[in-house]
């Protein structure tokens, strides 16, 4: 795959970008080995740039590939507030990824310009850690409208992680013609754009291509992340990315079965999951979770916080 400046970064990136959470624990839970061959196969295949972060559990597995390609692009996420919180994560980033540097890292889920500012501990420790070489790139991930916007307006952001797809899906304030215009400025400040949700979580998978043409026919997203789980995945994504139309049998191989939330019966009702939610997905009545399936983004950060195991995404 031709590579693109990822905004005014010295980052050149594939357009389309490994998703990691879909195979990490929360999810696919593929082992190892087998997760960290994947990702050198998609390096293999053209895609340089990975997604990762603290909650996806998934730095192991990039330590172990960059072994073998030690030029990847990483990117890694926090929710740390402090300076000494963020001082962890990087720490732990650097260790699971076996390298002295990171390439892009993110404060996780910035929803708004309130959220930023308190975050600005751990977001001076990033810019610290830009200065001493440790990152390359300082960005924010939302799901918000907002926080594009307060990523545009911070001078020291270099990337957004913006979740945007055609049909708006998962936007938490807004349009998907409000996001299209807090993007378009934010690009327009200069800030390198990669994508989330392309695919909405899932719920487009049978409009990937007219779904990944979208993005692409915007102009205005460098790089747009999709979690992968299999070559044929690889394989087909990097054709809808490259503008090429996939043959049936690849899009046959793919279609598969649509991903779900799966609740155990063993829940008990302790309404973590509930909280935790940023999509307003669940519910509990009666000491029993729901899940809204439209609502939900299968993000599986969820699954992380309940102390009985009872989620996964299947
Ligand atoms: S229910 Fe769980 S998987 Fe679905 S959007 Fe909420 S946190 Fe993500
Ligand atoms: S966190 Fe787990 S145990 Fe608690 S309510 Fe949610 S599914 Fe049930």
């Avoid at 340089?48 to 030029?71: C, K, V």
């Avoid at 279609?255 to 609740?263: E, H, M, V």
Wanted: net charge negative; aromatic share 6%.
């Amino acid at each position: 795959m031709n590579k693109v400046r990822l905004g005014l970064t010295s980052l050149m990136v594939s357009p389309l970008c490994m998703g990691t959470l879909t195979v990490g624990p929360t999810q696919k839970n593929l082992p190892l080995r087998e997760a960290a061959d994947l990702m050198i196969r998609a390096y293999e295949l053209g895609i340089n740039f990975f997604d990762s972060a603290e909650i996806y559990g998934t730095y192991p597995i990039l330590g172990l590939a960059l072994q073998t390609y030690p030029e990847m692009i990483v990117t890694g996420k926090s929710y740390a507030v402090t300076a000494e919180e963020m001082r962890c994560s990087i720490e732990k980033a650097r260790k699971e990824l076996n390298r002295d540097y990171i390439d892009i890292f993110c404060l996780h889920e910035v929803e708004n310009s309130a959220a930023l500012k308190g975050h600005r501990g751990a977001l001076e420790y990033l810019y610290e850690a830009r200065q001493r070489g440790i990152i390359r790139a300082v960005g924010i991930s939302t799901h918000t409208v907002a926080g594009v916007r307060a990523g545009a307006n911070e001078p020291g952001i270099d990337v957004i992680h913006p979740l945007i797809n055609r049909a708006g899906i998962g936007i938490k304030d807004g349009t998907v013609e409000e996001m299209i215009a807090a993007i378009q400025t934010a690009r327009e400040f200069g800030k390198g754009i990669y994508a989330m949700k392309v695919l909405g979580g899932g719920h487009l998978y049978r409009e990937a291509v007219e779904s990944v043409r979208f993005i692409r026919q915007l102009g205005i997203v460098d790089s747009m992340a999709i979690g992968m789980q299999s070559e044929a995945e690889i394989r087909f994504n990097r054709m809808l990315v490259e503008g090429e139309t996939p043959p049936p049998e690849l899009m046959e191989e793919v279609a598969g079965t649509p991903r779900a939330l799966r609740i155990e019966d063993w829940c008990c009702g302790c309404g973590r999951c509930v909280e935790r939610c940023g999509f307003d997905a669940l519910r509990l009545e009666n000491g029993v979770v729901t899940v809204d399936r439209d609502r939900c983004m299968m993000c599986g950060y969820c699954a992380r916080v309940c102390p009985e195991f009872c989620l996964k995404i299947v």
